[in-house]
């Protein structure tokens, strides 16, 4: 009788946006198919990993809080790996092994793959992996969730934002086949997926780059994948406002599963900060971008990126800023100060704005967002809607939760269980989630 020996345990700590959560179910998927198994404790495990995001200096500050964790771990058990991923790694690159000696392995968010070949190499020595390849997709994923899934539709980004540290981490922009992706989202309903969430750095540039038979547009991939049977819900993130042309709407009315959300990045709303951002839109533009949304899709859910204090930023740049939210009138946006990120242009402008003046702009432009978006959850109130089911919702354990198409989240007593699509009958709303009642009697699934 042979005995085999217990699995090896890793644990996996991931920063930053969808697109790391999603490169951390393929490291997780990879893992699992070499034999290893979670753990939820960094003690027990075997290896330590890390997702990492680089996106703002606070992102960086708490990845170092939580390696010196780690180098506590390796202290008592020093066989314990560690291995840092993603764009932090990449952007500081072998610097990672000078500053940090307990790190036994890291690579770049193109290099997942590369994890497999050190973990299963007898190399005692430490190893980085930090070339770009393009996409390297075609690993296991392990799921969170089994009725949602995300997409990664392309990968890198050509655009030159002057403050944003991505395109040095994740390199030129490739975007995947339009077949191979028709394939994968197939796959992932037959598994039962509902809802796929298709991920891009500037997705609607999306096939500029393939070669001349497989060239195919952003709103070229989102009918094909609409007319795949059991999609029922097609989400992307992020589009660029100079990007967002009217084939995009037009998928938007015409396309059952398309859903009723463009999260849209304005950054700032003055166009002298948006040219030194070299967003390559003006305020007009894309006021001019929103309306063209709106006239075709008057029910549709914008949400926004917004940067405050940007160097130079002046106090009328920023209240056009503020005008450009009150114009709108978005349903939410994710607000940011500005962080000098290394090696970007933005990082080394001049700039005279103190920090204790961005945070005070900061904490004028939340009530407005907040404002709005509550202004907006207001025409939900008294419809019945459809929502996806995720589960229970976190502040009452008696309700369920669940999505709408628009991407709001709904709080509701009812009778389903995750991965349902139900009606519920809006009777709340506040800014960012609304409440309501499932309607029984017409459950679809
Ligand atoms: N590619 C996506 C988003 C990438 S990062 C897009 O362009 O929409 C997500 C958001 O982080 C950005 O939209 C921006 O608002 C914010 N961000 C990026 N770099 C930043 C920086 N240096 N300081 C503050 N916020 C930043
Ligand atoms: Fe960064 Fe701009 Fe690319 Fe978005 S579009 S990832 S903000 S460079
Ligand atoms: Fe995402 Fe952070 Fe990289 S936001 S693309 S993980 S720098």
Redesign the pocket.
Known sequence: MSISAPAKAYHLTTFG?QMNQHDSERMQGMLESLGWAATESQGDADLILFNTCS??EKADEKLIQYLYEARMVKRQRPETIIGVGGCWAQSVTEEVFRRFPFVDVAFGPGQVDKLAEFLNSDSLSAQGYFEFEGFTGHLPQRKEKTHSAWVQISVG?NCN?S????PSTRGREASRPSEELVTEVSELVAAGVKEVTLLG??VNSYGRDLQDGGKTTFSGLLRELDSIDGLRRLRYT?P?PKDMKEDVVLAHAELESVCAHIHL?L?AGSTSVLKAMRRTYTRERYLDRVDMIRASLPDVSITT???VGFPGETEADFEETIEVVETVGFDGA?T??????RG?L?ASLPDSVPHEEKVARMQRLLPVVQRCALERAQRFVGREMEVLVEGTSRTDDARLRGRTSGSKVVNFDGLAKPGDLVTVLIEEESSLTLGGTQVLAEISR
Do not use: E
Request: proline content about 7%; glycine content about 0%.
């Open positions: 946006c996106i703002r980004c934002c403050y944003c540290i991505v750095q500037n992020s660029h990045p950054q990126d917004i940067i994710f940011f100060i500005f962080s000098p990120r970007t933005a």
